[in-house]
């Protein structure tokens, strides 16, 4: 696979796309950062495919935490693994307390052969954390051509059939959604970790600009009533209970959730079984609808939040911070209050 020529052009092209400054411009540089780092951050444009366990997963599911995107594919044979490798380094230099708020994901240029079991495989060689992604030939050409990816086809050097040239770069999405850094091929393991560190204590790193009015000044989207049950100091994952108000015009969707009280944050459902057994599941897509002057419950039973790996927050009146990303109203906050059911 190649790594200059026409690939060096793609990259060019990438960084000027996502709003990051070209390399050797050094006046436009971030100071102290190895990597190509953005002055104008731009939102990483999102996506929906198909994740290794087979369900479809959409990239703004992830807000909240910090976002390592590359492209890449199982049967690279070099090039991947080596950028890969340096990847797993570096979050075992940040430690495993920043390094659970990094998300790796790898977006398959092969999916003709890169099933979600090959992927699974492969990346947990490296990490077990390491998320990949796939889908149809046409999904991942769109992908690619979104984030200004070159992907071309290419006969194997060895006669084994056929690589794949691509642009072999990883983009540092924050937890609000905006490209911030890229590095190129080739950057150490140790530089990727000074820069991730610094990008996770940067000033408003977890925060949210929080909106509760649509565009165009008409009322949005509102939370209320939000709670979570009091539960023993041991039990360390709960429900999350609120009512999604839409007073707007035009439908708008829950596309994310995060929470800093929470290591994990995701919306699950109730359902029953073909024998009836109820049980819990994730929301299929990880999105919730919510129609134009309407309302949506979470409550028990039915749909809800699900906090794992609540940090304590236990007795009654203590409340916890969570902010519910919209496509039209954006970051909207709320406070969950412990309390009796």
Same mark, same amino acid.
């Given at each position: 696979?190649?790594?200059?020529?026409?690939?060096?052009?793609?990259?060019?092209?990438?960084?000027?796309?996502?709003?990051?400054?070209? %390399? =050797?411009?050094?006046?436009?540089?971030?100071?102290?950062?190895?990597?190509?780092?953005?002055?104008?951050?731009?939102?990483? $444009?999102?996506?929906?495919?198909?994740?290794?366990?087979?369900?479809?997963?959409?990239?703004?599911?992830?807000?909240?935490?910090?976002?390592?995107?590359?492209?890449?594919?199982?049967?690279?044979? /070099?090039?991947?693994?080596?950028?890969?490798?340096?990847?797993?380094?570096?979050?075992?230099?940040?430690?495993?307390?920043?390094?659970?708020?990094?998300?790796?994901?790898?977006?398959?240029?092969? %999916?003709?052969?890169?099933?979600?079991?090959?992927?699974?495989?492969?990346?947990?060689?490296?990490?077990?954390?390491?998320?990949?992604?796939?889908?149809?030939?046409?999904?991942?050409?769109?992908?690619?051509?979104?984030?200004?990816?070159?992907?071309?086809?290419?006969?194997?050097?060895?006669?084994?059939?056929?690589?794949?040239?691509?642009?072999?770069?990883?983009?540092?999405?924050?937890?609000? /959604?905006?490209?911030?850094?890229?590095?190129?091929?080739?950057?150490?393991?140790?530089?990727?970790?000074?820069?991730?560190?610094?990008?996770?204590?940067?000033?408003?790193?977890?925060?949210?600009?929080?909106?509760?009015?649509?565009?165009?000044?008409? $009322?949005?989207?509102? *939370?209320?009533?939000?709670?979570?049950?009091?539960?023993?100091?041991?039990?360390?994952?709960?429900?999350?209970?609120?009512?999604?108000?839409?007073?707007?015009?035009?439908?708008?969707?829950? *596309?994310?959730?995060?929470?800093?009280?929470?290591?994990?944050?995701?919306?699950?459902?109730?359902?029953?079984?073909?024998?009836?057994?109820?049980?819990?599941?994730?929301?299929?897509? /990880? *999105?919730?609808?919510? $129609?134009? /002057? =309407?309302?949506?419950?979470?409550?028990?039973?039915?749909?809800?939040?699900?906090?794992? =790996?609540?940090?304590?927050?236990?007795?009654?009146?203590?409340?916890?911070?969570?902010?519910?990303?919209?496509?039209?109203?954006?970051?909207?906050?709320?406070?969950?209050?412990?309390?009796?059911?």
């Amino acid at each position: 696979m190649k790594v200059g020529g026409r690939l060096l052009v793609a990259l060019v092209v990438l960084v000027g796309s996502l709003g990051v400054a070209a %390399p =050797g411009r050094a006046e436009e540089r971030a100071p102290k950062l190895h990597g190509i780092a953005s002055q104008s951050p731009t939102r990483a $444009p999102d996506f929906e495919l198909t994740s290794q366990s087979g369900q479809r997963q959409r990239l703004s599911a992830l807000r909240g935490k910090l976002v390592l995107l590359y492209f890449g594919y199982t049967h690279c044979p /070099g090039i991947c693994p080596t950028t890969l490798t340096e990847i797993a380094q570096a979050l075992g230099e940040l430690g495993p307390q920043k390094a659970r708020r990094v998300q790796v994901v790898m977006v398959s240029v092969d %999916p003709e052969r890169d099933a979600p079991p090959r992927l699974t495989a492969f990346l947990t060689h490296f990490h077990p954390s390491f998320l990949g992604m796939t889908g149809t030939p046409q999904e991942i050409a769109a992908v690619a051509a979104r984030y200004g990816v070159y992907v071309r086809k290419t006969d194997a050097t060895d006669g084994s059939g056929y690589a794949i040239d691509h642009t072999s770069i990883v983009i540092a999405v924050d937890a609000e /959604g905006f490209t911030r850094l890229v590095f190129p091929y080739g950057t150490q393991a140790r530089a990727m970790a000074e820069d991730l560190a610094q990008l996770l204590s940067a000033p408003g790193a977890a925060a949210s600009s929080v909106r509760t009015v649509a565009a165009g000044g008409r $009322p949005g989207v509102t *939370v209320e009533d939000s709670w979570t049950p009091v539960l023993p100091p041991l039990v360390e994952s709960s429900e999350l209970y609120m009512t999604i108000q839409n007073a707007g015009s035009e439908p708008d969707r829950l *596309v994310a959730v995060r929470s800093a009280a929470c290591e994990m944050l995701h919306l699950y459902e109730y359902h029953r079984d073909a024998s009836g057994a109820l049980g819990m599941r994730p929301v299929a897509a /990880g *999105v919730i609808d919510v $129609p134009a /002057g =309407g309302r949506v419950e979470l409550k028990p039973g039915g749909l809800h939040l699900m906090c794992m =790996g609540r940090k304590p927050a236990t007795r009654p009146g203590a409340t916890l911070p969570v902010t519910l990303t919209f496509d039209r109203a954006g970051d909207v906050a709320t406070r969950v209050t412990v309390r009796k059911k």
